[in-house]
């Protein structure tokens, strides 16, 4: 049985101070959108003493996303444009932000990112700079959406309410080996566990001391907090770094969010997001942890087995709602009075 009375916090990095912070925006046929995430991230800039850019990579474009881009003046807010053309058969939103966020690691930087079609709230920009001045590496913020017109449908309502009962008690039990592991601090909250290239910021130096961002066409946001993770970053989750997303069912990248809201609409057992685990999986990472092997949470980019649909989260909600109410919750209450013990002792 392994001894947590003695499992420490990951210590975060400790790099130079911050001088200014740097946005960076893939940008792929964005003018009808692309002005108003620039007046919203002018009005979270005028939040914070640095200075702020946000750095447009125009990649592949055939609108005039860029001129739009070059109309707009604000004081709070530097404006740098970079255009690139990515040969055919491998333009991706991936590796558009992997070239952008590359470009925006500069010395002394706080490097954010978020989408073209993004409305990031007022206080996106201070709260992840909090959040980084206090300690963390790397920050991942929420997002949220209107998506009336999914849940409108049997296909769209049934995956929402399977995949919010499921992810519930799934990061509920992350939750515990994160406490366990040290990734994340004793008796804090559950985190979001949110982890969308649309609202996340990270230090510039930490980003080019793991290597950057994984170069992926989707999800590379997730690959880069998972192997922030393994490399020992803190990383925090925070409520009230808040993006809006669009909705919309024709987007830009393959494999995106738009995919994603079409096939929840006509598929009538849909696919689950591909980081929904079993509740054998679960099990086997929680006996393992219980057993003194705390191997890193599997990363959520790909599905570890077969991918879920909706059915197979509702035949497996009893059997995950069962592991966390007799198993987990029981032996970490275990665990926390042990610690607690040890700790009044020491």
Do not use: K
């Not at 055939?62 to 530097?78: E, G, I, K, T, Y």
């Not at 409108?152 to 992350?174: D, F, M, N, P």
């Not at 909705?247 to 969010?257: F, P, T, V």
């Amino acid at each position: 049985m392994m001894d947590h009375t003695v499992t420490p916090m990951l210590a975060s990095r400790q790099g130079p101070n911050l001088s200014h912070v740097v946005v960076a925006i893939p940008v792929r046929d964005e003018a009808a959108r692309i002005g108003r995430l620039l007046t919203a991230l002018a009005r979270a800039a005028e939040r914070i003493s640095l200075p702020v850019t946000a750095l447009i990579l125009a990649n592949n474009c055939s609108d005039d996303s860029v001129a739009v881009v070059q109309m707009f003046s604000h004081p709070a807010l530097r404006i740098e444009i970079r255009q690139t053309v990515f040969p055919a058969g491998t333009a991706s939103a991936g590796r558009a932000r992997r070239m952008a966020m590359d470009l925006g690691a500069q010395p002394g930087a706080l490097l954010m990112t978020t989408d073209a079609d993004a409305t990031p709230g007022p206080d996106w920009i201070a709260a992840a700079l909090d959040a980084v001045q206090t300690g963390a590496d790397l920050v991942c913020g929420t997002i949220t959406t209107r998506v009336p017109h999914v849940l409108a449908t049997l296909s769209g309502a049934r995956i929402t309410r399977a995949e919010v009962a499921h992810a519930a008690l799934q990061h509920e039990i992350r939750h515990c080996l994160d406490q366990l592991s040290g990734h994340q601090p004793w008796g804090g909250a559950c985190p979001h566990y949110m982890e969308s290239g649309a609202s996340m910021a990270i230090r510039a130096d930490s980003y080019l001391a793991i290597g950057g961002l994984p170069a992926r066409d989707h999800s590379e946001d997730r690959a880069l907090v998972h192997l922030a993770g393994t490399r020992g970053l803190g990383i925090r989750y925070l409520p009230g770094m808040t993006a809006r997303v669009s909705a919309r069912l024709q987007g830009r990248a393959e494999g995106g969010m738009a995919a994603c809201l079409r096939h929840r609409m006509q598929d009538r057992d849909p696919m689950a997001d591909q980081a929904m685990l079993t509740p054998d999986m679960l099990r086997a990472l929680w006996m393992q942890a219980q057993d003194g092997r705390l191997t890193p949470y599997p990363c959520r980019t790909e599905a570890p087995g077969p991918r879920l649909r909706a059915s197979d989260l509702e035949a497996a909600y009893p059997a995950l709602r069962d592991l966390v109410a007799q198993t987990v919750r029981p032996d970490f209450a275990r665990i926390l009075r042990v610690r607690d013990s040890a700790v009044m002792a020491g």
